[in-house]
């Protein structure tokens, strides 16, 4: 079973910038499509970004034009790169594929997630 790892938060400053991975251990190349999600503390993970195979994106309001998903199939991976940083965008975050089920059996177990924290 494919098996996902998230790395490359870290503490930044507000207007700072990160670049996120998340690796899967086996082949991405049918899963479509692909996204990022973030828990922030208190809260409910939520979807962020996602992008298909067609390249087709999706971006949740709050981080359209800061952010930008990618995917490399070749390599399993999945990046998040992270602009203008902002107070609310701390949290933890994940990949995962793009469901709209709820139940646990459409998604890839969760990862760790990164943590991301963004200071004033």
């Known amino acids: 079973q494919v098996q996902l790892v998230e790395s490359g938060g870290g503490l930044v400053q507000a207007g700072g910038s990160l670049r996120l991975s998340c690796v899967a251990s086996g082949s991405i190349a049918d899963i479509n499509p692909m996204g990022w999600y973030r828990q922030a503390p208190g809260k409910q993970r939520e979807l962020i970004a996602s992008r298909s195979n067609a390249d087709s994106t999706y971006y949740r309001a709050s981080v359209k034009g800061r952010f930008t998903i990618l995917r490399d199939n070749a390599k399993t991976t999945i990046y998040l790169e992270m602009n203008n940083l902002k107070r609310e965008d701390t949290g933890v975050y994940y990949c995962?594929?793009?469901?709209?089920?709820?139940?646990?059996?459409?998604?890839?177990?969760w990862g760790p997630g990164t943590q991301v924290t963004v200071s004033s």
């Open positions: 995962n594929v793009v469901s709209a089920r709820t139940d646990s059996s459409a998604f890839i177990p």
